[in-house]
């Protein structure tokens, strides 16, 4: 169903079942599909790195995790942002949502899930939309700078905001909040500490803030999401498939960037044995390393004439890093 075929956000007043259903609000777009009230209702925002175009949206592409539910015909509702500078806080949108609140009250149980912006948004407006309760990974709990100093990635989203957000602060959610983080990453975990309602965490040390894709490569994103979604979490089987983030290759690295200084000299030698044996067991790639010395190279020498322009070199530091760690 096309944008064009549905009711715009002021005139809806009630939910449509047993098809899937888009429209937009503001700069968010909204999709859904009923199956059966009888079920949980999945409220899901995305990741900002899963920001869309206006041009996406008219193409038809779906929200993030939308395809994931409706294929297994479970009720959802998922919002996506357009457009960057997009924290899901819009006027229209917040007035939609209240709309929203009423008719998803039909459900038993409505469980929101997000991560890092998405895990910001699931905050925002979970008490709003009254949700039953709600799964945050490595979800930042603001954006506004001077509320998290200790977060370097926002120094350079407060560089592009273009209003005050300082308001925007999720710590107080009253909506009960399970967590999952890296404890080894400060700013991931300063975020974590802020929120007042986590009442249930479970950490995947030394990936920083990469959390879904550490989950997916170890093969335990989906069974984790589904749990919540009909009770808890098996924590077991949760810490047992971490047990194998050693076998990523970004968690040697990015433990090597962030978690040095809080790992002790044993844990440390461990991992450097793992990593060690890991390279021993790949065959050498000599026109790979030769790629990646002249793109480490070609990084050096812009710095430098950045540097001679008058550029901030910090800054630069911290955009290459942040393109290491993959923000979202």
Request: no cysteine; proline share 0%; hydrophobic share 35%.
């Given at each position: 169903m096309s944008l064009?075929?549905?009711p715009q956000a002021g005139e809806l007043t009630m939910l449509t079942y047993h098809q899937s259903v888009r429209l937009q609000v503001d700069n968010v777009l909204v999709q859904y599909h009923i199956f059966d009230a009888d079920e949980p209702l999945m409220v899901t925002f995305p990741p900002g790195c899963q920001v869309m175009?206006?041009?996406q949206v008219d193409e038809q592409k779906s929200a993030w995790s939308f395809?994931?539910?409706a294929k297994q015909k479970m009720n959802v509702i998922s919002f996506n942002h357009i457009g960057d500078d997009n924290y899901f806080d819009s006027l229209a949108f917040e007035q939609f949502l209240v709309k929203l609140s009423s008719a998803i009250a039909v459900f038993s149980s409505r469980i929101g899930y997000g991560a890092s912006r998405g895990g910001f948004a699931t905050a925002l407006h979970a008490d709003k939309l009254n949700l039953t309760k709600a799964l945050l990974l490595m979800p930042l709990s603001?954006?506004?700078q001077a509320l998290a100093p200790w977060d370097p990635k926002l120094k350079n989203h407060s560089q592009s905001q273009k209003r005050d957000i300082s308001h925007l602060d999720v710590s107080q959610c009253k909506t009960p909040l399970t967590i999952i983080y890296d404890p080894l990453f400060f700013p991931d975990r300063q975020h974590k500490q802020r929120f007042e309602n986590c009442v249930a965490s479970y950490t995947v040390p030394g990936v920083g803030h990469r959390i879904v894709r550490a989950l997916q490569d170890l093969g335990s994103l989906k069974s984790t999401v589904l749990e919540f979604r009909v009770g808890e979490i098996n924590a077991a089987r949760f810490y047992q498939a971490a047990r194998k983030r050693r076998t990523l290759s970004y968690y040697f690295r990015t433990h090597q960037k962030v978690c040095f200084k809080k790992s002790s000299l044993k844990r440390y030698s461990?991992?450097?044995?793992?990593?060690?044996?890991l390279v021993?067991?790949?065959s050498i790639n000599l026109q790979k390393m030769i790629d990646r010395l002249k793109e480490s190279c070609a990084k050096r020498q812009n710095s430098i004439c950045s540097f001679i322009h008058g550029k901030d070199m910090m800054f630069i530091r911290n955009t290459t890093a942040g393109s290491v760690l993959v923000f979202c």
């Open positions: 064009d075929d549905v175009s206006q041009e395809q994931f539910f603001t954006y506004w461990i991992i450097q044995l793992h990593k060690l044996y021993s067991q790949q």
